[in-house]
């Protein structure tokens, strides 16, 4: 797998909302607002599920997805690449419902999302644009 380092981790700490961009098995792309997003390690992002059809949906039938990494207080601007497994209990998906409960215990918290990198792309201006970083 691929690893975020520790200047690329630092970005999770102040960007609030990230996209995220799955496409069903026949390709038809969707590209949603998460919120509810923990870096769990350096090679591991989990998403709670709290309103998701589309997005739960597409990686159930083609588990790949690609998280953009930009905002204000963020350093760089990253796309990170993914293989998704989704589960809906267990101690992982415990872990994740308690990890939103304690920000907003009204959410609903329905599956997790776990996201292994298996790419990171640099995507600000620029010559670097596009290019392989991880």
């Not at 690329?8 to 102040?14: G, I, L, P, T, W």
């Not at 998701?52 to 790949?64: I, R, S, Y």
């Not at 939103?100 to 599956?111: F, R, W």
Request: charged share 20%; net charge positive.
């Amino acid at each position: 797998m691929t690893a975020l380092t520790a200047e690329m981790q630092k970005a999770f700490e102040v960007i609030k909302v990230f996209p995220l961009a799955t496409a069903s098995k026949s390709g038809i792309p969707n590209v949603a607002p998460m919120a509810s997003v923990f870096l769990i390690d350096e090679e591991t992002i989990w998403i709670g599920d709290n309103f998701m059809q589309k997005t739960l949906a597409n990686v159930l039938e083609n588990p790949k997805a690609a998280l953009y990494v930009y905002g204000a207080g963020a350093k760089g601007c990253l796309q990170i690449k993914a293989d998704v497994t989704v589960k809906t209990s267990g101690e992982d998906h415990a872990k994740m419902k308690a990890m939103i409960h304690a920000k907003k215990p009204n959410l609903p918290a329905k599956s997790l999302l776990i996201l292994k990198i298996t790419e990171i792309y640099d995507c600000m201006p620029g010559t670097e644009a596009g290019k392989q970083i991880g």
